[in-house]
Each structure stands twice: as C-alpha cells, then as structure tokens.
C-alpha cells in the first residue's frame, strides 16, 4: 500500500476535510482560491498526480481548459503497455514495468472508492508483424531493449504458428509477433471518471473551463491567472498535455514536445473472442474493437482521413480476415503528445514548477499516482524519475521564473 508521507517530512499543511464529491465551478466573477498544488491539466495524467497529492492528505485544485481542450485521453487506446519501451531511452524500460506492477493496487483502490471497474485485464500482449522484414526489425528491437535493461525481461518472438496457437482467428499472411505477458488494457474513460471521482471523495476541487492565461511568482507563491479567476498555490503542476508547451513559456522553459496523430476505427459489437490485448487490435469490454493507428506528424489537425482508414482497414483484415463482414461504426482522431525520444518527461523547471507529460497517459497512470505524485511533494528526485528530466535534450532553455 502507499500512504502518506510522514508528517514531519511533507512540506505541506494537511488540507481540511471537503465535501466528498467534485467541486465543479463556474462563475462570471472574479474568484480567488488558496492551494497547497494548482493541477493545470485534468486528463489522465493531471487528475492521477491529483489523486496521488489528495492521497497524500495535500490540498490540491485542478485547473482544465474544458470540452474544447485537445484530450488525448479520449483518444487514447487503452493499452497498459510494458514490451519495447526503452528502446531510445533505457530506463523507460524500468519505469514501464513497475507502472504495470502498481496497476493491480490502483484497480483495487479505485474500484473501492468509486465502485467504477476500469476493465483491468493483465494477460500478456501481442505486438503483430505482417512482413518478415517488420519481424526481423522487432526481433533487433526487442533484443536492444533487453540488453540496455540488464535484468530479467521476458518475452517470445512467435512465428504464424505460435501466435495461431495464442489468437486462433490470425491470418496466414502474418508473418508473426512478440509477446509479453508484461502487457494488458484497460478502459481509459472509465479510469478518467473513476479518478475524478475518487478525487472529489478525498476533498479534491476541480475547476472546469479554466484555461491558464498566465503564470507568475508573486510572494513566494505562485499566481496562475484562468479565465476564471485566481489561484494561488506553493507549487504547480503541468500536466496539460500538449498545452504544456505554452505553458513552458509562461515560465519561460522550452518543453519540446509535439503533436502525432493517430487514427482509429472501432466495429460494431462483437462476441468476446480475444483473451489478451493486441497493440493494434483491440477488443474493449463491451465487445466493440479498436482498429488502429496511424502515426502522422501533421500538427495539431484532428481530422480523419479516407486514405488512413482505408490502411488501417486493410491491415486489420490481413491480421484477421474476418473482419471483412463487420461493420465500422464509427472513426475518431487523437493527438499523441510526443517528446523527441517518446518518453516522459518529468523535470522541475524552475524552483516548485513540476512537469509531468507523456504519451502513455493509461499505461502510467498507475505509478504517476502512487510515485510521481510523493516527488511533487517531497521535491526530490528519486532515482527512479532522474533520467527523464529535460537535460537530456541539450537545447532546452532553463531560465529563473523572476517575480
């Protein structure tokens, strides 16, 4: 289990009892609100940091843009993914792996305190390969990630005849797959509201259509202006996704992240037929699957296209022919939040401004409750979080807020 930190050693004053639900304000006035953290940022990945502090028994309000915000978590395909992170930075791989470790007690945790079930299934996981030359190129990869990682890191490379062994339902044509039984799913909406509800049960405030216009130090706190109104807080957090970038600026620091748009296609409901998860097929609890994805650099555009579904389309008919007689109902496009090495990036810009972004927002959210959340209290950097500051992108600007 993870309590809270002993009192002597948080920083923070213990925050008041609150009414046990979210407090979701909307005023045409000026509003002034006092926080231990101000969370600019209420998807996945701000509401699991947010969860985490009130944990923590630390007073906490959450800033969201609203409805109009690019949500990457709505589009998110729910994945709790472990194999082949770390490829270009190696102690994703770690990090990746306890995440899944914590999800268990993250699943248990909500499920008590909201009575919602986020869909955990941990079974293991198939990345497919259609063409001995992509199989020869996973093989390379997966080899790279285990040599950086030095420890036990299981999986298999699996011909046609092994996955058939694993998804009976798999084309000829394939020519194979890795398998981790590291990997699962999970449904992000349902986890998005179970978050914000336990939130709201531990005395959280969430502050909808908020959008940040400014940020600045003033006495020792910080003073971050919303179209709303005025918060004050010691510390902040930007956990805004690809908002994170103008944010970044309001302190001055560059934050080199960039939009990746994926494409995805989800079919009618069908019976449940796949016991594990699937990178690139998904069947989500409810019998639907998603069909995916795409990766195409073209800025923050949310369209989708014919000549994209058409690929993904035929790709899921040669990973399983009989998807050629069920229907697509409907098509969607989300925007990735992609740093250069597409791993966190979790630094103190300057003195009690935290950064916390990723593309993995479902399959971290886990250890962003339980572990990244303690840093944003603590201030120190475990050891566990060091290598995925902003140093390690040499360009990166890193001035002093001033006043």
């Given at each position: 289990?993870?309590?809270?930190?002993?009192?002597?050693?948080?920083?923070?004053?213990?925050?008041?009892?609150?009414?046990?639900k979210?407090?979701?304000?909307?005023?045409?006035?000026?509003?002034?609100?006092?926080?231990?953290v101000?969370?600019?940022?209420?998807?996945?990945v701000?509401?699991?940091?947010?969860?985490?502090?009130?944990?923590?028994?630390?007073?906490?309000?959450?800033?969201d843009?609203?409805?109009?915000?690019?949500?990457?978590?709505?589009?998110?395909?729910?994945?709790?993914?472990?194999?082949?992170?770390?490829?270009?930075?190696?102690?994703?791989?770690?990090?990746?792996?306890?995440?899944?470790?914590?999800?268990?007690?993250?699943?248990?945790?909500?499920?008590?305190?909201?009575?919602?079930?986020?869909?955990?299934?941990?079974?293991?996981g198939?990345f497919?390969?259609?063409?001995?030359?992509?199989?020869?190129?996973?093989?390379?990869?997966?080899?790279?990630?285990?040599?950086?990682?030095?420890?036990?890191?299981?999986?298999?490379?699996?011909?046609?005849?092994?996955?058939?062994?694993?998804?009976?339902?798999?084309?000829?044509?394939?020519?194979?797959a890795?398998?981790?039984?590291?990997?699962?799913?999970?449904?992000?909406?349902?986890l998005?509201?179970?978050?914000?509800?336990?939130?709201?049960?531990?005395?959280?405030?969430?502050?909808?259509?908020?959008?940040?216009?400014?940020?600045?130090?003033?006495?020792?706190?910080?003073?971050?202006?919303?179209?709303?109104?005025?918060?004050?807080?010691?510390?902040?957090?930007?956990?805004?996704?690809?908002?994170?970038?103008?944010?970044?600026?309001?302190l001055g620091?560059?934050?080199?992240?960039?939009?990746?748009?994926?494409?995805?296609?989800?079919?009618?409901?069908?019976?449940?037929m796949?016991?594990?998860?699937?990178?690139?097929?998904?069947?989500?609890?409810?019998?639907?699957?998603?069909?995916?994805?795409?990766?195409?650099?073209?800025g923050?555009?949310?369209s989708?296209?014919?000549?994209?579904?058409?690929?993904?389309?035929n790709?899921?008919?040669?990973?399983?022919?009989f998807?050629?007689?069920?229907?697509?109902?409907?098509?969607?496009?989300?925007?990735?939040?992609?740093?250069?090495?597409?791993?966190?990036?979790?630094?103190?810009?300057?003195?009690?401004?935290?950064?916390?972004?990723?593309?993995?927002?479902?399959?971290?959210?886990?250890?962003?409750?339980?572990?990244?959340a303690?840093?944003?209290?603590?201030?120190a950097?475990?050891?566990?979080?060091?290598a995925f500051?902003?140093?390690?992108?040499?360009?990166?600007?890193?001035?002093?807020?001033?006043?």
């Open positions: 289990m993870h309590t809270a930190s002993d009192s002597h050693s948080n920083p923070f004053r213990c925050a008041r009892s609150r009414p046990a979210i407090s979701i304000l909307r005023r045409t006035t000026i509003m002034l609100h006092e926080t231990d101000a969370v600019i940022g209420g998807g996945l701000g509401i699991a940091i947010a969860y985490g502090l009130a944990n923590q028994k630390v007073s906490s309000i959450v800033l843009e609203g409805d109009g915000a690019i949500r990457a978590s709505r589009g998110n395909f729910g994945l709790v993914w472990v194999q082949g992170k770390g490829l270009l930075l190696k102690e994703y791989t770690p990090w990746a792996m306890k995440a899944a470790e914590y999800w268990p007690e993250l699943a248990e945790r909500l499920m008590s305190e909201t009575s919602i079930d986020v869909g955990l299934m941990q079974t293991g198939l497919f390969c259609k063409t001995p030359e992509a199989l020869a190129q996973r093989v390379a990869d997966m080899a790279q990630v285990k040599a950086q990682f030095g420890g036990e890191y299981n999986y298999d490379i699996l011909d046609n005849a092994g996955v058939r062994k694993m998804v009976p339902e798999i084309g000829h044509t394939i020519a194979g890795s398998y981790s039984d590291y990997d699962g799913q999970a449904n992000p909406i349902r998005l509201r179970a978050f914000h509800r336990a939130y709201g049960a531990l005395g959280g405030t969430y502050l909808a259509n908020n959008g940040v216009l400014g940020i600045r130090h003033v006495e020792g706190k910080f003073e971050v202006r919303t179209t709303d109104g005025i918060v004050r807080a010691q510390r902040i957090v930007l956990s805004a996704g690809l908002g994170n970038v103008k944010l970044g600026d309001m620091v560059e934050i080199p992240i960039r939009p990746m748009r994926g494409q995805i296609m989800v079919t009618e409901r069908l019976p449940q796949f016991g594990l998860a699937m990178e690139q097929v998904r069947q989500t609890d409810d019998g639907t699957l998603l069909i995916g994805t795409s990766w195409e650099d073209v923050f555009d949310l989708t296209t014919d000549e994209t579904s058409r690929r993904i389309a790709d899921a008919i040669d990973f399983f022919p998807l050629a007689d069920v229907k697509i109902i409907r098509t969607w496009a989300a925007l990735r939040i992609l740093s250069p090495d597409a791993s966190p990036i979790y630094d103190e810009l300057v003195p009690g401004a935290f950064l916390v972004t990723c593309h993995s927002g479902v399959s971290l959210a886990a250890i962003h409750a339980f572990e990244s303690k840093w944003i209290v603590e201030g950097v475990p050891q566990s979080m060091e500051g902003l140093k390690r992108f040499a360009k990166t600007k890193r001035p002093q807020l001033v006043a």
